[in-house]
């Protein structure tokens, strides 16, 4: 879903609002004239120089949805020098256990993760705006750029059908497909980019949430989730308890609090009876990020399973398959 609230981009005219481009759920096109990538499991961010007037000048970080990053991710600090001449690059911050990315690991901060940027597109080469040049020249600029240990470049493959093996193989999310002559379309969603997961993943908003059986509070032990559909009315979308552990429930459960508790169900579809059951209602503002196998037919997650906060992204619309 294409977003540009509260974009802040930076100061040149031509790149403002700079929001990162979108990949399509699509059929993967194959053959000449399109190159695969790893679909990384991290944050999409925009990295380029902090503004002269920052109180932390160097590097700045952007969410897909605007949202400043930079103090939240001080490991990749060293690619500050490789923006200071105002380049602007398009990349993913993972979190690696066991050389693999975990996005779990990355919304709880776990420190024994190792935390890296996967860069894969130049929208700004020094003070030059290159979104209007082609894929294919916009990796020879990345190629030539001396990145940091922090950080790696994805590579592009031309074997569609292999990359699709071995990501599942390795478990690694899935892949995305891209025109090689493609403009770069900042803030939009286009079919020059089309993805494939290899498990199906959603950002969901918490309408209420259940407690652990036998105890009267927090934190959760169950998740009442929806999403917005086209009208703007929140749809339910399910229970998710799976992936609740100690630490990520009270994480979630002290942004619930900070959302605020409502009287009613946020959602605009009534919640059955075995999902209301002790069911405590909040405002709809709290994202976590969840797993599932598929959706029933009547629009609930099958199987969710809870991966973590979402701080960097809209909540999916309730039409997403």
């Not at 020249?137 to 940091?148: F, Q, V």
């Not at 993805?195 to 169950?222: D, F, N, Q, Y």
Request: proline fraction near 8%; charge should be neutral.
């Amino acid at each position: 879903m294409a977003t540009r609230r509260g974009a802040q981009g930076w100061e040149d005219g031509s790149l403002r609002p700079m929001l990162p481009q979108a990949a399509t759920a699509a059929d993967l096109p194959r053959g000449e004239g399109w190159g695969a990538e790893v679909k990384w499991d991290g944050y999409r961010v925009l990295l380029g120089p902090a503004p002269e007037r920052s109180r932390r000048p160097g590097l700045r970080l952007l969410s897909r949805t605007g949202q400043d990053l930079t103090a939240r991710f001080p490991q990749v600090a060293p690619l500050a020098d490789l923006v200071a001449d105002g380049s602007v690059l398009d990349g993913e911050v993972v979190s690696l256990l066991d050389g693999r990315p975990d996005f779990s690991a990355l919304a709880s901060g776990d420190p024994a993760a190792v935390v890296r940027v996967v860069v894969f597109d130049v929208l700004r080469h020094g003070t030059a705006d290159v979104t209007a040049e082609p894929l294919t020249a916009r990796r020879e600029r990345l190629a030539g750029l001396p990145l940091p240990a922090c950080a790696a470049r994805s590579e592009l493959f031309d074997d569609v059908d292999a990359l699709l093996v071995a990501t599942e193989q390795q478990g690694v999310e899935g892949v995305v497909v891209k025109r090689l002559a493609s403009p770069y379309r900042a803030g939009t969603r286009s079919g020059d980019w089309r993805k494939h997961a290899h498990r199906r993943r959603r950002t969901v908003l918490v309408g209420g949430w259940r407690p652990v059986e036998g105890r009267p509070g927090p934190p959760p032990g169950s998740l009442l989730v929806g999403a917005p559909d086209a009208h703007g009315d929140l749809r339910f979308l399910g229970r998710a308890g799976s992936g609740l552990g100690a630490a990520l429930a009270h994480a979630v459960g002290s942004r619930i609090a900070d959302a605020g508790d409502r009287g009613t169900s946020p959602f605009a579809d009534a919640v059955p009876a075995v999902d209301r059951r002790g069911a405590r209602w909040c405002e709809a503002r709290v994202r976590v990020e969840v797993a599932y196998r598929e959706r029933t037919g009547g629009g609930r997650l099958r199987h969710p399973v809870v991966l973590g906060l979402r701080e960097d992204a809209e909540p999916d619309p309730w039409e997403d398959a």
